[in-house]
Structure formats: structure tokens, C-alpha cells
């Protein structure tokens, strides 16, 4: 899909940049930042994001779950709400807007990172993006364009030679890869231990639950149809 764009609103000034920060380097857009429910509901007429960073509680403004509400009537975005905390009367009212997510202040920038990447599963999967969405089994997705791994719409994360190694798996299609492609392949080459893709196999077996990969001895690895 095209650069995914985020509406931010948050009415805290040095909370909402250092959000946007975080969403710029992760190569992520910004369509705007916001700090009330008139001017998100403006903006999102103007410029239809692809998802919504909602603060559950602003000043001077209905708060966030009003403006969720009035967000699906217009168009259904993913939306991942922002607190500092929450108590059950508002956990009750917030799960009657389906979000995607939420994340509760303060955060980590991983944390934020996980939650878009799971939005923008959900929204891959809404579009049917097939081409990109490969269904390896047991649970387990890999999109190939943005190059993620999830575990029923749950982030894993990889290394870059985990990466390279499953997506050669998969692009075989359960044929048995040879050693030696496997390792010129991760390794571009280069001289490595005897030990080095076994272990590479080992991380990335316990990262799929030890139920995908299969050893073909004196020969290779496949993924198991």
C-alpha cells in the first residue's frame, strides 16, 4: 500500500511532537496533529488517514471516545487510543468504538512501533493484500512488503538474517533449500562458521513456536506445507 499517514490527537504540545518524531523515522507519515474533536473531525474530511492516535483525555474538547464516534461515521479508520490511565467505566466505553489498540502513557517508542505495525496488518488484511500476506501456518503471517512477522496479529520481531532466511523459505513454497544456498543467500557469501545457520535456525525456530521449519538431514531446510 501507499506511505501509511497518521492523524495525531493529542492536545499535550511536547507529547504530540515526540509522537510525530517517532512516526517520522519509522518512515511513516503525519497528516496532521490536533488537539480537539472539531479540528480532527475537520482534518480527517480534508485528509483521510490511514490511522488515528487518539487521546482518550483532552481539554477543552469532547473527549476521545466521542471523537471515535463521530470518526466511524465518517470513514472506518483504525484508531489506537492514548492514556495515562484508565478506569473500568472508560475501558467499557472505549471497546464499544473497537480500536485497534491502546497505549497507555508513557510509552515506548517499540511499544508505538508494535501497535502501527499491527494496524497496518489489519488494514493489509482488510484490503485482502494477498500478494503481499503470505499465510505460512500454525497462526502465522509474514508480509512480504513491509517485511513483518506476526503471530495472530501479534508483532515478532527479527533480526535482518532471520528475515532473509524465512523469506527464502517461503519463497520456496515448502521445496527443500540447501545448505549452502541458504547460507550464500543470508550471508551474501561470506565465510561463516558451521555453526552459524544452525543457530540462525534454532533463533528463528523459537520465534515460530519450533512448529515450521524442517530439517532435511545432509540436505537443507524446508517449511512444512
Given at each position: 500500500?501507499?506511505?501509511?499517514?497518521?492523524?495525531?490527537?493529542?492536545?499535550?504540545?511536547?507529547?504530540?511532537?515526540?509522537?510525530?518524531?517517532?512516526?517520522?523515522?519509522?518512515?511513516?507519515?503525519?497528516?496532521?496533529?490536533?488537539?480537539?474533536?472539531?479540528?480532527?473531525?475537520?482534518?480527517?474530511?480534508?485528509?483521510?488517514?490511514?490511522?488515528?492516535?487518539?487521546?482518550?483525555?483532552?481539554?477543552?474538547?469532547?473527549?476521545?471516545?466521542?471523537?471515535?464516534?463521530?470518526?466511524?461515521?465518517?470513514?472506518?479508520?483504525?484508531?489506537?487510543?492514548?492514556?495515562?490511565?484508565?478506569?473500568?467505566?472508560?475501558?467499557?466505553?472505549?471497546?464499544?468504538?473497537?480500536?485497534?489498540?491502546?497505549?497507555?502513557k508513557p510509552?515506548?517508542?517499540?511499544?508505538?512501533?508494535?501497535?502501527?505495525?499491527?494496524?497496518?496488518?489489519?488494514?493489509?488484511?482488510?484490503?485482502?493484500?494477498?500478494?503481499?500476506?503470505?499465510?505460512?501456518?500454525?497462526?502465522?503471517?509474514?508480509?512480504?512488503?513491509?517485511?513483518?512477522?506476526?503471530?495472530?496479529?501479534?508483532?515478532?520481531?527479527?533480526?535482518?538474517?532471520?528475515?532473509?532466511?524465512l523469506e527464502?523459505?517461503?519463497?520456496?513454497?515448502?521445496?527443500?533449500?540447501?545448505?549452502?544456498?541458504?547460507?550464500?543467500?543470508?550471508?551474501?557469501?561470506?565465510?561463516?562458521?558451521?555453526?552459524?545457520?544452525?543457530?540462525?535456525?534454532?533463533?528463528?525456530?523459537?520465534?515460530?513456536?519450533?512448529?515450521?521449519?524442517?530439517?532435511?538431514?545432509?540436505?537443507g531446510f524446508?517449511?512444512?506445507?
Open positions: 500500500m501507499d506511505k501509511i499517514d497518521i492523524l495525531i490527537v493529542e492536545d499535550e504540545a511536547i507529547v504530540a511532537l515526540e509522537i510525530k518524531r517517532a512516526i517520522l523515522k519509522m518512515s511513516f507519515g503525519v497528516s496532521n496533529m490536533v488537539t480537539n474533536y472539531t479540528d480532527a473531525l475537520t482534518s480527517i474530511r480534508e485528509k483521510t488517514p490511514n490511522i488515528v492516535l487518539l487521546d482518550i483525555h483532552l481539554k477543552n474538547s469532547k473527549d476521545g471516545i466521542e471523537i471515535a464516534k463521530a470518526i466511524k461515521e465518517i470513514a472506518d479508520i483504525p484508531i489506537v487510543y492514548l492514556t495515562a490511565f484508565f478506569d473500568d467505566k472508560t475501558i467499557e466505553q472505549a471497546v464499544q468504538t473497537n480500536p485497534i489498540g491502546y497505549l497507555v510509552f515506548k517508542r517499540e511499544d508505538l512501533k508494535s501497535t502501527l505495525q499491527l494496524a497496518i496488518y489489519k488494514i493489509n488484511s482488510t484490503k485482502c493484500v494477498e500478494s503481499s500476506l503470505n499465510d505460512i501456518g500454525q497462526g502465522y503471517i509474514y508480509d512480504s512488503v513491509n517485511h513483518n512477522l506476526f503471530f495472530k496479529e501479534h508483532p515478532i520481531k527479527l533480526s535482518h538474517k532471520e528475515r532473509l532466511l527464502m523459505l517461503i519463497e520456496e513454497k515448502g521445496d527443500i533449500v540447501p545448505f549452502s544456498v541458504l547460507e550464500n543467500h543470508v550471508w551474501e557469501g561470506n565465510p561463516i562458521s558451521d555453526s552459524a545457520l544452525r543457530t540462525l535456525i534454532y533463533r528463528l525456530r523459537g520465534k515460530l513456536d519450533y512448529l515450521l521449519i524442517e530439517t532435511v538431514p545432509s540436505f524446508r517449511l512444512i506445507p
